[in-house]
């Protein structure tokens, strides 16, 4: 049931191993971003950075989300065909039954933004 939940959001959703290795991604995730999951089994989420944000914004990213177990915000990635596009993204930790991190979950849409009117 949780496999059939999975394949049919809406949102893209990665998840990877305490490493931040991408362990799993969802037919939606490979409908936003281009990439299949074969394309990124075994790599890192960086595979999708923009150039848009420095160090520090994901120092600061990984600061909270092993400090508070979540992060939420908007961050600016780059599709397979090399697009740019901003998303809203949630990382959550997942625990196990001792309170150990042992994947990371992230939960993503597009947000369609669009340009002001002149």
């Known amino acids: 049931m949780s496999?059939?939940?999975v394949n049919h959001a809406v949102?893209?959703?990665c998840v990877t191993d305490i490493n931040?290795?991408?362990q799993k991604v969802n037919p939606a995730f490979t409908k936003i971003t281009g990439y299949t999951q074969k394309e990124v089994i075994g790599k890192t989420p960086s595979v999708l950075q923009?150039?848009?944000h420095d160090n520090e914004f994901y120092k600061n990213m990984w600061s909270e989300l092993k400090t508070n177990g979540v992060w939420e915000g908007y961050i600016?990635?780059?599709r397979k065909n090399n697009?740019?596009?901003r998303e809203w993204l949630s990382i959550t930790a997942i625990k196990d039954d001792i309170?150990?991190?042992k994947n990371y979950v992230g939960m993503f849409y597009e947000?369609?933004?669009k340009p002001a009117k002149k």
């Open 50 to 52: 923009s150039g848009e």
């Open 11 to 13: 949102d893209g959703i």
């Open 83 to 85: 697009e740019i596009y």
């Open 76 to 78: 600016w990635n780059k």
């Open 99 to 101: 309170g150990e991190t």
């Open 3 to 5: 496999s059939k939940i």
């Open 111 to 113: 947000d369609m933004v």
């Open 20 to 22: 931040g290795i991408i």
